[in-house]
C-alpha cells in the first residue's frame, strides 16, 4: 500500500525526550515500511527513517507547541497537497490537520483514517462532530472510543512499545518511581505524598518546558522535595529505561481520564509493577493483582505499594509481549487500512455533517 | 462568474452592531448579484441576501469567538467542498479557512484570492507565507499591502460604506465622538483625556462584550465617566448614524497600526471631520485639512479639535462619495477577479512555500 503517514510536526522522529505519540508514529511507520509498504512520512526534517521523509519545517519546532497553531495546519497542508500518490492516509495530528483531510477525502477521494490520540472532551468531541462522515477514525483504547459514540471507527489498536528498548530485570532498588509531564493531571504531587506516608524514596522525571509545567512543578512539587525525593527532569529514552528497570513500583497517581498511557506498559515491561489511579484507560491496561494494582485514593495506594512485592516481574513483561508489541501493533494497522479501502471510494460523499446548523 | 463568497462566522450578514468585516462583505455580495454574477454566500445561516446562501452554523455563534477556532475551520471546509461549482472562491475568513483555499487550489485548481482584513503582525506575516504560492490576495490598504511584501496581490481595494445610510448634516451639535471596540488599541481612554483637557462633552459607544474589553473599559474609561463624558454602549445603524450626523468631529485616538478604520469613512459621510492619530491606514483615509486632521499627540489632537469648524462638511461627504462608495467597490472587485481569472489555472502548481524549511 502507498500510505501517507502524517506525524505531528513538534518533536522529531524518533523523539529523544518527550513525544508520546511521535513515538507511536515512529514504531508504525518503520514496522511498516520493513514489511513492504511504500510509507511518505510527514514529520519534521530532522527525523529519521527507512520511510520517504517529507517536510516543512526542517528542524521540529518543539518551543511553539503551545502557542503557534498555524505550524500545524501547514505541516498538514503539505501531506495533504501530496493525497493523489497515496492509496490511504493517516493522519495523527490535531483538527485542522484532520479537517484538511475530510476536505482531501471529498474532493479527491483519497481515504483518510485519523488516530484520536487524545481524551474525549467536550472541545473535541464538538469540533470531531463536523468530520464523521469524512473520515474514519482508530481508537487507542476502549474507554476512549466510548467518548466519540458518533464517529466512524475502523478499530481500536492499543499504543505499542519497543520492548528490546526496556530491559527486564527481577531485582529491584528500593525507590519509587513517577515519570510524568509535570501538570497537575498527571498527578506528581500525589506520588510524592504517597511517598511521604510511606517514607521511600522516589525519584520523579518529566518534561517540564512549558509555563504551565514550570508553574505547576513551582508552586506543588518543588517545595515538597527532599534528599530522598528528587527530580532528575526530563530524560533520555536509555534513563528513562534503567529508571524503570531498577524501579519497586512505578506510581501512575492520574487526576484526569487519561486515554492511554504509555508510562504502565514501558514499566511493565522492564518488569516494573504498577500502582495507579482507577481513571480512564487504566482498567484496560493493567491486569489488577497480575502487572500492577488498581486504586482509588491516596490510602489504597500507599497500601499497594506494600504489596507490589507479590506481583511478579516476568509476568509483568509478558502481559506487554502479548499485547503491546510492535509486530501487533503494524499488523492490526494493516488489517484496519484494508478495512477502510475495502468501504470503497464512495464513504465520504454523504452530506456534510452539521450538528451544530 | 460563479463566485464563492466567504464570509466569517462570526456575526449573520448584514451585521446589526459590532461586524465590519462582515458588512464589507455584505456590500461586495449584494453588489455583485445586482451585476449579475451567481454568488454563493458562505455566512451563518441568520444572514440575509440574495447571493445563494450556505452554510453549517444556522445561528452566527459570536460568543464563541475568542475561543473556538474549529468554528472558522468547519465554517470553510463546507464552502470549500463545493470548490467545484465556482470559477473563483473570495475568502474574507481567517487563516485556517484560507490554507484550505490553498489546498483546494492545488489539488482541484479553483483559484482562491483571499482580502486580508487584518494588520501585517508578526503571527499573520509568518503564517501566510506557507500560503503564499497557493493564494492570491488583495489588500484593503496600501499600508497593510508594504507588510506582506512577498504575498502576490491583484489588488488593493479600500472598503466601502452604503453612503445613503450615513445622512448628511452640516449642523452640528457640541459633543464629540467616539467609536470603537473597547479595547487600548482604539483608544477609548485617549478620547476621554482629549475632552476632559477641552471640557467638552463627549458620547462613547461600541462593542465591550469579550473579557478583555469588559477589563479594559472598567479599568481604564469607566472611572473617567461624567454627565458630560458617557458611553452608550453598543449602538445599532441608525443610531450610530445618527450620532456621527450630528458630532462637531469623530476622534479617531488609536494606538495601532490600524489596517483601515471604517469609523473615519462613515464620520466623512455625514459630513463630520475626523481628528485621527498617525498610525497604519490613517494617511490614506484622512485628507489633512479637506477631512480632517492627523496628528502625533494628545496636545495635538486637542489642538486640532479647537480647528474642526474650518472643515467644510460637505467636502468631508464628497471625499466618501469619490473613493469609498459601495460601485467603486463593486467595480474594482470585478477588474481583480478578472486579472486572477486571466492568470489561468497554473499559477498554483508550482513548489510550495516553505520559507522555515
Not at 497542508?77 to 484538511?100: C, K, N, P, V
Not at 506528581?188 to 518546558?209: F, P, Q, T, Y
Not at 494497522?333 to 452530506?351: F, K, Q
Request: hydrophobic residues 40%; glycine residues 8%; negative net charge.
Amino acid at each position: 500500500m502507498r500510505i501517507g503517514m502524517i506525524a505531528p510536526p513538534w518533536f522529531a522522529l524518533p523523539p529523544k525526550g518527550y513525544g508520546g505519540i511521535e513515538f507511536v508514529v515512529h514504531l508504525l511507520t518503520e514496522g511498516l515500511v520493513r514489511r513492504g509498504h511504500d510509507v511518505t512520512l510527514f514529520a519534521s526534517g530532522d527525523s529519521e527513517t527507512l520511510a520517504r521523509l517529507s517536510y516543512v519545517y526542517g528542524r521540529a519546532p518543539s518551543e511553539k507547541i503551545a502557542t503557534h497553531s498555524h505550524i500545524e495546519i501547514i505541516h498538514g497542508l503539505e501531506a495533504y497537497t501530496q493525497a493523489r500518490d497515496f492509496d490511504l492516509i493517516h493522519d495523527h495530528d490535531g483538527f485542522g490537520s484532520r479537517s484538511m483531510g475530510a476536505l482531501v477525502n471529498r474532493l479527491v477521494g483519497t481515504p483518510v483514517v485519523a488516530t484520536l490520540h487524545g481524551p474525549a472532551d467536550a472541545p473535541t468531541q464538538e469540533s470531531l462532530a463536523a468530520l464523521r462522515d469524512s473520515l474514519r477514525f482508530i481508537a487507542i483504547t476502549d474507554y476512549q472510543r466510548q467518548g466519540f459514540p458518533d464517529l466512524h471507527f475502523v478499530a481500536t489498536i492499543p499504543n505499542a512499545i519497543d520492548i528490546e528498548r526496556y530491559p527486564f530485570s527481577d531485582e529491584k532498588d528500593d525507590y519509587l518511581l513517577f515519570i510524568g509531564r509535570m501538570i497537575a493531571d498527571k498527578g506528581a504531587h500525589s506520588a510524592v505524598e504517597v511517598a511521604k506516608r510511606l517514607d521511600a524514596r522516589l525519584i520523579l522525571a518529566g518534561k517540564i518546558n512549558e509555563e504551565p509545567e514550570r508553574a505547576y512543578f513551582a508552586e506543588q512539587v518543588e517545595p515538597l522535595l527532599t534528599d530522598r525525593i528528587y527530580f532528575r527532569g526530563e530524560v533520555d529514552g536509555s534513563t528513562k529505561a534503567e529508571l524503570y528497570r531498577r524501579a519497586r513500583c512505578t506510581l501512575f497517581p492520574i487526576q484526569w481520564p487519561e486515554p492511554f498511557g504509555l508510562v504502565m506498559i514501558e514499566s511493565m515491561a522492564a518488569g516494573t509493577p504498577v500502582v495507579a489511579f482507577r481513571h480512564g484507560s487504566v482498567p484496560e491496561v493493567i491486569e489488577h493483582g497480575r502487572t500492577g494494582f488498581i486504586v482509588e485514593t491516596i490510602d489504597e495506594m500507599v497500601d499497594a505499594v506494600n504489596h507490589v512485592g507479590e506481583i511478579d516481574p516476568a509476568e509483568c513483561r509478558r502481559a506487554v509481549e502479548e499485547r503491546f508489541s510492535i509486530d501487533g501493533f503494524v499488523r492490526a494497522h494493516e488489517r484496519a487500512y484494508r478495512t477502510l479501502l475495502d468501504e470503497g471510494p464512495s464513504w465520504a460523499t454523504g452530506a456534510w455533517s452539521s450538528p451544530l446548523a
